[in-house]
């Protein structure tokens, strides 16, 4: 048996979408909303990375190179917030791939900061989700983490290339604060990149990431 489903309204959230689909086939229940419960375990091994005020970071994104900022530009930001922020540990993880070991690298390098925590190999989900909990703020790009630290309740600054299923997945609220750049390849489907550098989110400048991760921290940080 086939059922067509309309079209969801795209201005929605994702998981509202997805609700409203289940409810179309006939499904009566309620928003389940979310609930995580970290093992002991993990929240141990983070009290072990995670030293006084902290912030965590993703700089990668395993969709697509094109939704992720330059390298250069998160190292000048990070450098502008610790002006204001010279105690707070950024700790930044990835999924293990060689690439992102490759980009975590490179920002040690250019960074050149005992402040700055890399974990480049792939940790378990309740792993990440510690480390998300035990920091501040989450900060980082249109991806699987910046979704896990919005459903468990951390504020975020994000960065986002403009697209039709944009308002689906950019978190909302007033704990959020997400900066989008008009991008002509999706726009126009014709794909002007080259090298894997995001044309359009290189317009984003490391002063206005700064200034957005410094507001949410002043408002946010734990006294």
């Not at 609930?35 to 994104?61: C, D, F, K, Y």
């Not at 700790?91 to 890399?118: F, M």
């Not at 290339?161 to 997400?178: F, I, N, Q």
């Amino acid at each position: 048996m086939t059922q067509i489903i309309s079209s969801r309204d795209r201005s929605e959230t994702v998981f509202e979408q997805r609700l409203s689909i289940l409810k179309e086939l006939g499904w009566t229940g309620a928003n389940p909303g979310w609930s995580w419960q970290v093992p002991a375990e993990s929240t141990r091994w983070a009290s072990t990375v995670v030293q006084g005020p902290a912030l965590h970071l993703s700089i990668s994104a395993a969709s697509s190179p094109l939704n992720e900022w330059p390298i250069d530009l998160w190292a000048r930001a990070l450098k502008k917030v610790w002006q204001d922020s010279p105690r707070l540990q950024v700790i930044v993880t990835g999924a293990g791939s060689e690439r992102e070991i490759a980009r975590l690298n490179d920002l040690a390098s250019l960074v050149k900061d005992e402040r700055l925590k890399i974990i480049s190999q792939r940790q378990p989900i309740s792993r990440i989700l510690a480390l998300v909990q035990a920091g501040e703020i989450h900060v980082g790009l249109d991806s699987g983490v910046l979704h896990l630290a919005m459903a468990a309740g951390k504020p975020t600054v994000s960065l986002f290339r403009e697209s039709a299923g944009r308002l689906g997945w950019a978190p909302r609220g007033e704990h959020h604060r997400t900066i989008v750049q008009e991008c002509p390849c999706n726009q126009t489907a014709a794909i002007s990149c080259s090298g894997g550098r995001a044309l359009c989110l290189s317009k984003i400048t490391a002063d206005e990431v700064a200034v957005a991760i410094t507001g949410t921290l002043v408002k946010h940080t734990r006294s």
